[in-house]
């Protein structure tokens, strides 16, 4: 697409403070000590329930007595039902009137510490804020350690649930989302997966390949992109994409890669993700990858990088994850996909209904 169209982004918030240092987790219990003090002193920790073993060790001196401890699942993306339990229960033993929400661990876990960070501030269930800018009251101060590079939910606006009841898949976007404070400690990622550590990386570098094809662009957001996307590069070009050079490298891609995606739109990929992960339950960073095995018409260059990173870290992606669904199972992969108009009218234009037709949607499907 040759237009270049205004985003309706103007006035954008970023990350407030952030610290990025091997063994910069140390430092957690000094910035807890303002918020504790203008607060009533307790935090809640919501942590990914990979570190269930090693919480204690690595966040020692931050938690205190009266402080809650919770673990969150990763085998399935929040929804918002799940969002909505987990501050009930928060709020029964501290009322709204905790100092401080830590979220640690990868999007998930980030993504959850947002969502409840602004629903002990707010009036009502998660799914009364999916969309933009319902958001009213500020959130309790919130500190995110991403623990896994890619997604960018440690510097996004946004966090993502899935609305069981409507089936759709939609992010709570708003200022107030965004995190207060950061620690990027590149020592955090060295026990992720490997697969995994490919998967979210690859997160990264398709947001900001989808943001810079699009038509709704924006010249820091470009800037932000190009710059993730030349240190993915460096990352899954060649050689060991977990060294500790790399994995310090894909921890300031994923952030900045973050903070491209809140001045710009996604495009064809995260919709057609969004179906997987709706429909059959897929995980986002891990969809991505299996739909850009199916983007070679949409984004030829990019699909051709991607394959090329795909097998220079001889990754294995999930095939045929369509295989036997019938004819129910794709009319609800269709209408998960394509309810997504901003980021499919980024990518091909205000008539991207005559491009993904029914058909046309199910041959992209059945191709992964």
């Not at 919501?46 to 204690?56: T, V």
Request: charged content about 20%; aromatic content about 8%.
């Amino acid at each position: 697409m040759n237009q270049i169209l205004n985003t309706g982004i103007s006035n954008v918030k970023n990350i407030l403070r952030y610290v990025f240092a091997e063994g910069a987790i140390a430092r957690l219990p000094r910035l807890l000590e303002e918020p504790r003090r203008v607060g009533n002193g307790s935090a809640v920790f919501l942590i990914d329930e990979f570190f269930q073993e090693k919480a204690e060790s690595l966040l020692a001196g931050a938690i205190r007595d009266g402080d809650q401890v919770r673990f969150v699942s990763t085998h399935d993306e929040p929804t918002t039902d799940e969002i909505d339990h987990l501050t009930a229960v928060i709020r029964q033993k501290d009322g709204s009137n905790c100092s401080a929400i830590v979220g640690m661990g990868g999007g998930i876990t980030l993504d959850t510490a947002k969502a409840v960070s602004n629903l002990l501030t707010n009036a009502g269930g998660a799914a009364d804020y999916q969309g933009w800018d319902l958001v009213k009251n500020p959130g309790i101060f919130k500190i995110g350690i991403p623990t896994l590079s890619g997604t960018g939910a440690e510097a996004t606006r946004t966090c993502v649930m899935t609305n069981k009841k409507t089936g759709v898949k939609l992010g709570m976007n708003s200022d107030h989302t965004v995190y207060d404070q950061l620690i990027l400690d590149p020592n955090l990622t060295q026990t992720v997966p490997r697969k995994q550590y490919f998967f979210s990386g690859m997160d990264a570098w398709i947001h900001c390949m989808e943001a810079l094809n699009g038509a709704y662009r924006n010249p820091i957001g470009d800037a932000f992109s190009r710059q993730a996307m030349d240190l993915c590069d460096k990352v899954f070009s060649g050689g060991e994409m977990m060294s500790d050079v790399n994995r310090a490298n894909l921890m300031v891609a994923s952030y900045l890669g973050g903070c491209a995606i809140a001045t710009s739109y996604v495009g064809v990929v995260h919709p057609f993700s969004a179906g997987l992960s709706v429909v059959l339950g897929l995980h986002h960073c891990v969809a991505n990858c299996i739909v850009m095995t199916a983007m070679e018409s949409f984004y030829p260059k990019s699909f051709a990088r991607y394959t090329a990173f795909v097998k220079a870290n001889e990754i294995e992606i999930p095939r045929e994850v369509c295989a036997g669904l019938d004819a129910a199972g794709h009319d609800a992969l269709y209408e998960s996909t394509i309810v997504h108009e901003k980021p499919l009218t980024n990518a091909l234009g205000e008539d991207f209904r005559k491009v993904l037709t029914r058909d046309r949607v199910r041959e992209i499907f059945e191709a992964m």
